[in-house]
T-cell receptor, first 108, second 116 residues
Framework: GESVGLHLPTLSVQEGDNSIINCAYS??????FIWYKQESGKGPQFIID?????DKRQGQRVTVLLNKTVKHLSLQIAATQPGDSAVYFC???????FGTGTSLTVIP | DSGVTQTPKHLITATGQRVTLRCSPRSGDLSVYWYQQSLDQGLQFLIQYYNGEERAKGNILERFSAQQFPDLHSELNLSSLELGDSALYFC???????????????FGPGTRLTVL
C-alpha cells in the first residue's frame, strides 16, 4: 500500500549545526507533501509544504527538497536550536499518509 | 495555539465503554479531520468531514463513528472500547476540503484516551 516513511527514528545534532531529516514515499502519483513538527504533549504543527512542480522550497531556517525521481524528500533545518527538539513528520497531502516521525534532539 | 480546540484533554475509561471526543475547528474552517496516534506510531488518518458531509475515510474501525454538526464542530464516537484503542486522538481543520486543493491542516492539542 501507499506509505511515507522517515529514514531514521532518532537524530541528535549539536546546537548551531544544520539538521537533515529524510523521508521516502511510495506513491509516484503523490504531488503534495507537508512537514510537521510535534513537540511533546502538543499536536503537530505545520512547518512547510511543497508541491511536485517544485524541487525546493525555503522557509525561515527550513528548506524542503523534493526528488521525484527517487521519491525522496528532506527537511533541512539551519542553525538548529534547542527549541527545534521535537518529532518531525513528513506527510503525503493527498491521502493524509503520515510517516512515523523522526525525533530530533538538539544537544546544547 | 492553532485555534483548534479539543475536549476533553484526558479521558480514562474501561473496556467495553463508549466515549465521545469533541473538536471545534478554527474559525472559518469548513473541513475537520480525525487522526489516531498510538505509542511509537505515526498519525493514522481516520476520517474527514467537510461542511457537515463525510468527505474521506481512512483506517477507521466500524466501532468508531464521527459527525460534523451545522456549527461545524465535530465529534468522534468510540464504542466497545478495547485496550488497543488507547491513544492520542487529534482533530485538525482546514479551510478547503483538502483533497484537490492541497490545503494546510491545523491540529488541535489532542485528547489522550486511556482504556483500562
Amino acid at each position: 500500500g501507499e506509505s511515507v516513511g522517515l529514514h531514521l527514528p532518532t537524530l541528535s545534532v549539536q546546537e548551531g549545526d544544520n539538521s537533515i531529516i529524510n523521508c521516502a514515499y511510495s506513491n509516484s502519483a503523490s504531488d503534495y507533501f507537508i512537514w510537521y513538527k510535534q513537540e511533546s504533549g502538543k499536536g503537530p504543527q505545520f512547518i512547510i509544504d511543497i508541491r511536485s512542480n517544485m524541487d525546493k522550497r525555503q522557509g525561515q531556517r527550513v528548506t524542503v527538497l523534493l526528488n521525484k525521481t527517487v521519491k525522496h524528500l528532506s527537511l533541512q533545518i539551519a542553525a538548529t536550536q534547542p527549541g527545534d527538539s521535537a518529532v518531525y513528520f513528513c506527510a503525503e497531502g493527498n491521502q493524509f499518509y503520515f510517516g512515523t516521525g523522526t525525533s530530533l534532539t538538539v544537544i546544547p | 495555539d492553532s485555534g483548534v480546540t479539543q475536549t476533553p484533554k484526558h479521558l480514562i475509561t474501561a473496556t467495553g465503554q463508549r466515549v465521545t471526543l469533541r473538536c471545534s475547528p478554527r474559525s472559518g474552517d469548513l473541513s475537520v479531520y480525525w487522526y489516531q496516534q498510538s505509542l511509537d506510531q505515526g498519525l493514522q488518518f481516520l476520517i474527514q468531514y467537510y461542511n457537515g458531509e463525510e468527505r474521506a475515510k481512512g483506517n477507521i474501525l466500524e466501532r468508531f463513528s464521527a459527525q460534523q454538526f451545522p456549527d461545524l464542530h465535530s465529534e468522534l464516537n468510540l464504542s466497545s472500547l478495547e485496550l488497543g484503542d488507547s491513544a492520542l486522538y487529534f482533530c485538525a481543520s482546514s479551510v478547503q476540503p483538502g483533497l484537490a486543493e492541497k490545503d494546510t491542516q491545523y491540529f488541535g492539542p489532542g485528547t489522550r484516551l486511556t482504556v483500562l
